[in-house]
């Protein structure tokens, strides 16, 4: 939940590994794993928005990296994550992000055909809209 809204559920494994939303993003990197390598952490820059004001369009906007043109003025409405994210996941788990669902205009292929920037896709987005990156080779299971 971000500013009294939900802006992003879904299934646990995938939002832990590829989060669709940028705070979601942040909030991942706001606290250290607590196996593997030591990783630096970027946390969520700025702070919340006063809830006494009416927020205009994403209440995320001044603290998102990934803010564009439609951002300070459309307010982002709960829809499916982009095609292709948590693909790759989903198959090998052999469930589906069905009932995934995310607040946030880059998800949008009409207002970005491009499709995701690489930092949201956590390595696992599938085949998605042009411009993505292709998955890694999947891993055979011993
Ligand atoms: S809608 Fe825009 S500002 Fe809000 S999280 Fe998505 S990219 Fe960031």
Redesign the pocket.
């Given at each position: 939940m971000y500013a009294g809204e939900i802006?992003e559920y879904g299934p646990s494994v995938q939002m832990g590994t590829a989060p669709a939303?940028?705070?979601t993003a942040g909030l991942l990197h706001s606290f250290p794993e607590l196996l593997g390598e030591r990783q630096s952490l970027h946390g969520v820059p700025g702070s919340p928005p006063d809830l006494r004001q009416p927020i205009r369009g994403?209440a995320?906007?001044p603290r998102?990296g990934?803010?564009?043109e439609p951002?300070s003025s459309v307010h982002?409405a709960l829809g499916p994550p982009a095609p292709g994210l948590g693909a790759a996941e989903s198959a090998r788990r052999r469930d589906s992000p069905a009932g995934w669902r995310v607040?946030?205009?880059?998800h949008n292929p009409e207002l970005r055909p491009e499709g995701l920037p690489a930092a949201l896709t956590g390595g696992l987005a599938g085949p998605g809209p042009a411009g993505r990156e292709p998955d890694p080779p999947a891993k055979e299971n011993p």
């Open positions: 802006v939303h940028p705070y994403c995320f906007t998102c990934f803010a564009f951002c982002p607040a946030c205009h880059l």
